[in-house]
């Protein structure tokens, strides 16, 4: 059974920080891409940040900078690590991950971002 579960999520003031770990299992975690999204109340998911099997890294515009996403294959965990967090950053995030027509998510966690 695969899985996919977001943990770390809560509620956090503007300019503070939170990370975020996402643990798999069922997958070889390795061979896969790990991404971060996230959906804010009304808008699309849209994609934070990615880690390739090859260890290559992206992020949006929106959180270069500010966030850093990491892996630990040993452990089958994803991470991602938010600085300097501003308001519209409220959103439920969510992990994937892909391998060619391989495709899965966790049910997300949710991050608020309020004084």
């Known amino acids: 059974q695969v899985q996919l579960v977001e943990s770390g999520g809560g509620l956090v003031q503007p300019g503070g920080s939170l990370t975020l770990s996402c643990a798999a299992s069922g997958i070889a975690f390795s061979r896969y891409t790990l991404g971060w999204y996230r959906q804010a109340p009304g808008k699309q998911r849209a994609l934070v940040a990615t880690?390739?099997?090859?260890?290559?890294?992206k992020y949006s515009d929106s959180v270069k900078g500010r966030f850093t996403i990491s892996r630990d294959n040993a452990e089958k965990t994803g991470y991602l690590q938010m600085n300097n967090l501003k308001p519209d950053a409220t959103a439920v995030y969510y992990c994937?991950?892909?391998?060619?027509?391989?495709?899965?998510w966790g049910k997300g966690t949710l991050v608020t971002v309020s004084s």
């Open positions: 880690f390739t099997w090859v260890d290559s890294t």
């Open positions: 994937r991950a892909t391998h060619y027509g391989l495709d899965y």
